[in-house]
């Protein structure tokens, strides 16, 4: 995945997803085990969306108490598993600078009517972020936007761009070799952008989707999963034929 001389990043900001950071430790400690080197992130009220905010179904004007209950939660998780695991974690709240808050309102004062068109340094963060709406919102009528569906579609824009700088940033201070994520959610793919924008190979993780989902089968992938997963089913009918 890298030589042992770099650092292997995980990007998991959802350790409130219990399942998804016990892979990236279970996958961590393995690396640790053969000789890499590997930094996990943990997270504290850093982003305004993430997947965890999504597993519990909270509203996008999240109050600060329920969100800091959330957070404790989730912080609490990471610190627990990593210790249990041995690893060492970084926050991420403490990458941020005034630097990338400052981009991030300036980005976000000036968008787009049509958020499907926003892009920032030639990445179509509308686009990939328009995924999570349809998926979390269930809202897909992007043609004729209403007010709440485009405040709900900026949170996850702003919460992408705050990952794309956080993780270019680590990747400019850092020995970086390798950046693994958990699934392709918009804030993952931000990761994914950062490092790749360094000529950093990036990784995806999932579980074997067979069987709806094995739990007991993890898959790696140098790219997306629509890449490796459904360009394959789609050509399923030209083999077959």
């Not at 990007?11 to 590997?38: D, N, Q």
């Not at 943990?42 to 997947?51: G, H, L, N, S, W």
């Amino acid at each position: 995945m890298a030589d042992n001389n770099k650092l292997i990043f995980f990007f998991c900001p959802e350790a409130g997803v219990t399942p998804h950071y016990a892979t990236h430790c279970i996958v961590g400690r393995t690396l640790s085990e053969m000789g890499h080197k590997v930094l996990l992130t943990y997270c504290y009220q850093t982003f305004e969306r993430c997947p965890v905010m999504d597993m519990h179904q909270l509203p996008y004007d999240l109050d600060p108490a329920t969100k800091k209950d959330v957070c404790d939660k989730c912080a609490g998780n990471s610190r627990g598993m990593l210790d249990a695991y041995g690893l060492q974690g970084i926050k991420l709240q403490e990458i941020v600078t005034p630097r990338i808050t400052n981009e991030i309102d300036r980005l976000v004062s000036d968008m787009p009517q049509d958020l499907r068109t926003f892009t920032y340094e030639s990445i179509r963060f509308g686009n990939a972020c328009a995924h999570d709406v349809v998926l979390a919102a269930k809202k897909y009528n992007f043609d004729k936007l209403d007010a709440e569906t485009r405040f709900i579609w900026l949170t996850y824009i702003k919460s992408s761009l705050l990952g794309y700088l956080i993780v270019k940033q680590v990747c400019s201070g850092l020995p970086v070799g390798a950046l693994v994520h958990f699934n392709d959610y918009s804030l993952m793919l931000a990761a994914r952008f950062a490092a790749l924008k360094h000529h950093i190979p990036a990784y995806s993780m999932t579980w074997a989707p067979h069987k709806g989902v094995d739990f007991q089968r993890l898959a790696i992938s140098p790219t997306i999963w629509r890449n490796a997963i459904f360009r394959p089913i789609q050509r399923l009918y030209v083999w077959r034929d």
